[in-house]
């Protein structure tokens, strides 16, 4: 006949901690794996900004404001560039909400390499959300993150988290068209191509560069020039 031991009851209690500690490590692991990926980049900077200056004003392709702006300036930026980021946020962002807006000016984005490189990374994300008609607030995104860039690493992730910090994009197109893009025969590459020549045609040299057109005639200002000297380009093409 065998002898019936009882439980203490330490041991009762050491047997429920495991059974829960078990089921909540099951529970915890099922939520990793049919979770769905997460459409915020903690990191990411400058998305409520980026709303605000950019809400509201027309965009198509590499424009930014009305088809009927008397002045049109065509605006040479590299966004890898740490270098002339703060002077792309002390000029586009005060152009925006004062002109552009307005409907005194339009602005169009060339995208120019401060490298030997024709194009860059960010150029191909930036085009991929101008199919879209946000390829201004990209650029903001990018220059608004270059340190999270140097720490994340440039890559494609970490474009599609900027992507994805801008509302009502659709992010499985701008997936689509950034890889298609990122090919050496692709009509993106030609386009980023046409750009640096364009570049060259013009003489811009290897700094941020706005060229600006109106009934006035034509103006180059090169070498990052600040607001003020963007201005008083403005006003002379008026």
Same mark, same amino acid.
């Given at each position: 006949?065998?002898?019936?031991?009882?439980?203490?009851?330490?041991?009762?209690?050491?047997?429920?901690?495991?059974?829960? %500690?078990?089921?909540?490590?099951?529970?915890?692991?099922?939520?990793? &794996?049919?979770?769905? &990926?997460?459409?915020?980049?903690?990191?990411?900077?400058?998305?409520?900004?980026?709303?605000?200056?950019?809400?509201?004003?027309?965009?198509? @392709?590499?424009?930014?404001?009305? #088809?009927?702006?008397?002045?049109?300036?065509?605006?040479?930026? #590299?966004?890898?560039? &740490?270098?002339?980021? @703060?002077?792309?946020?002390?000029?586009?962002?005060?152009?925006?909400?004062?002109?552009?807006?307005?409907?005194?000016?339009?602005?169009?984005?060339?995208?120019?390499?401060?490298?030997?490189? &024709?194009?860059?990374?960010?150029?191909?994300?930036?085009?991929?959300?101008?199919?879209?008609?946000?390829?201004?607030?990209?650029?903001?995104?990018?220059?608004?993150?270059?340190?999270?860039?140097?720490?994340?690493?440039?890559?494609? @992730?970490?474009?599609?988290?900027?992507?994805?910090?801008?509302?009502?994009?659709?992010?499985?197109?701008?997936?689509?068209?950034?890889?298609?893009?990122?090919?050496?025969?692709?009509?993106?590459?030609?386009?980023?191509?046409?750009? #640096?020549?364009?570049?060259?045609?013009?003489?811009?040299? #290897?700094?941020?560069?706005?060229?600006?057109?109106?009934?006035?005639?034509?103006?180059?200002?090169?070498?990052?020039? @600040?607001?003020?000297?963007?201005?008083? %380009?403005?006003?002379?093409?008026?």
């Amino acid at each position: 006949m065998g002898v019936f031991r009882q439980r203490r009851p330490g041991q009762f209690r050491t047997l429920i901690i495991l059974v829960v %500690a078990v089921g909540a490590l099951l529970i915890a692991l099922i939520g990793m &794996a049919t979770r769905e &990926a997460s459409n915020e980049y903690e990191d990411v900077q400058g998305g409520q900004e980026m709303r605000q200056i950019f809400g509201g004003v027309r965009q198509l @392709d590499d424009r930014l404001g009305s #088809d009927d702006a008397p002045v049109q300036m065509q605006v040479f930026l #590299d966004a890898q560039s &740490a270098t002339y980021r @703060d002077q792309f946020l002390e000029t586009i962002p005060a152009l925006v909400n004062g002109p552009v807006r307005g409907g005194s000016l339009k602005l169009l984005y060339r995208n120019r390499s401060l490298t030997r490189n &024709a194009t860059e990374l960010s150029f191909y994300g930036i085009e991929a959300a101008q199919e879209q008609g946000y390829g201004w607030q990209f650029a903001y995104l990018m220059f608004m993150n270059q340190d999270l860039a140097k720490k994340q690493g440039l890559d494609e @992730d970490f474009l599609t988290h900027l992507a994805e910090t801008i509302e009502n994009m659709d992010i499985d197109q701008w997936k689509q068209d950034f890889e298609e893009g990122n090919q050496p025969d692709s009509a993106m590459n030609a386009d980023l191509q046409a750009q #640096d020549q364009l570049a060259i045609n013009l003489k811009i040299r #290897d700094k941020p560069a706005v060229v600006v057109n109106g009934p006035g005639g034509t103006v180059t200002v090169q070498d990052a020039p @600040d607001l003020a000297e963007i201005q008083a %380009a403005i006003s002379e093409v008026q």
